[in-house]
């Protein structure tokens, strides 16, 4: 954990690491909920949207404006699918693992272990989220692009009529 150094920490030291990486650990796997339940909001709105589109007297003449529309709703809804992948996030360290290793020890020794141990798996859960982040967002991104068209369809389709 400490690199080419070896530090000798005290325990009420150690006891604020591990405090605080369990709290950004705490904090991330809260984010990777977050993220999961806008996803799933996605993957809800656009099944209702492209079944509204796939009934619509309006879409009805196969319009390149409602295609396109379907098209960015239906990648919207697959990347959110993606995000909804179970994925496994680190939450270490193992109860039985961490026991068996480090009952016997010092209170420091194992403070050491578990601040490493969280911090690890802080650091192998970022790339995770943030590709997780990146594709909610484009999710959002073609929803948006989706709205707009359709606003601009419904808009000249009015001045038609």
Request: glycine share 6%; proline share 2%.
């Amino acid at each position: 954990m400490t690199g080419d150094k070896k530090v000798k920490l005290n325990s009420e030291s150690l006891q604020i690491i591990v405090d605080e990486s369990r709290l950004k650990l705490d904090d991330q796997l809260d984010s990777v909920k977050s993220l999961d339940n806008k996803a799933a909001i996605i993957v809800s709105f656009s099944g209702v949207i492209l079944s509204i589109l796939l009934t619509s007297d309006v879409f009805n003449g196969g319009s390149t404006a409602a295609t396109l529309i379907g098209l960015l709703i239906f990648l919207a809804a697959l990347l959110s699918i993606i995000v909804l992948l179970v994925r496994a996030y680190k939450r270490d360290p193992d109860p039985r693992n961490f026991y068996v290793g480090y009952v016997i020890k010092k209170p420091v020794e194992t403070l050491e272990v578990l601040a490493g141990s969280f911090i690890d798996s802080y650091e192998k859960n970022q790339k995770k989220i943030l590709i997780k982040k990146y594709l909610v967002n484009g999710s959002f991104v073609l929803m948006g692009l989706a709205s707009l068209i359709l606003f601009l369809e419904l808009a000249n389709i009015s001045c038609k009529l």
